[in-house]
């Protein structure tokens, strides 16, 4: 079993960057997939991002790509969500998520085993 803590969230004005981190602790991610969530009030969760930790392939939510890049640190057995060009719509609770190996990537949160207790991201316009 891995347990999940997520940190880098933040206040951040629209247009500004942010990084948040998700380390591993339990066992290594080994052949896991890694994902981020987020979610905003009175919505649903949603897929931002993801990664095959092994492997390194990602993919991406449409709304994110060109913006966000997920990556891996093998060596903290973390990963990492780097955020440029927020809007104040992104706003939300970013969770850290991670299961075992699958093909093709999950995007749904309820394909996820576990997960992280969340970090705050707002973005002021």
């Known amino acids: 079993q891995v347990q999940l803590v997520e940190s880098g969230g933040g206040l951040v004005q629209a247009g500004g960057s942010l990084r948040l981190s998700c380390a591993a602790s339990?066992?290594?991610?080994?052949?896991?997939?890694v994902g981020w969530f987020r979610q905003a009030p009175g919505k649903e969760r949603e897929f931002v991002a993801a990664?095959?930790?092994?492997?390194?392939?990602?993919t991406y939510a449409d709304s994110v790509k060109g913006r966000f890049t997920i990556s891996r640190d093998p060596a903290k057995n973390t990963v990492y969500l780097q955020m440029n060009s927020l809007k104040p719509e992104e706003t939300a609770i970013y969770y850290c998520?991670?299961?075992?190996?699958?093909?093709?990537?999950?995007?749904?949160?309820?394909?996820?085993?576990?997960w992280g207790q969340g970090t705050q991201v707002t973005v002021s316009s």
């Open positions: 998520a991670a299961r075992g190996s699958a093909w093709p990537i999950p995007v749904r949160a309820y394909e996820y085993n576990y």
């Open positions: 339990g066992r290594t991610f080994g052949n896991y997939v």
């Open positions: 990664v095959r930790w092994n492997w390194g392939q990602t």
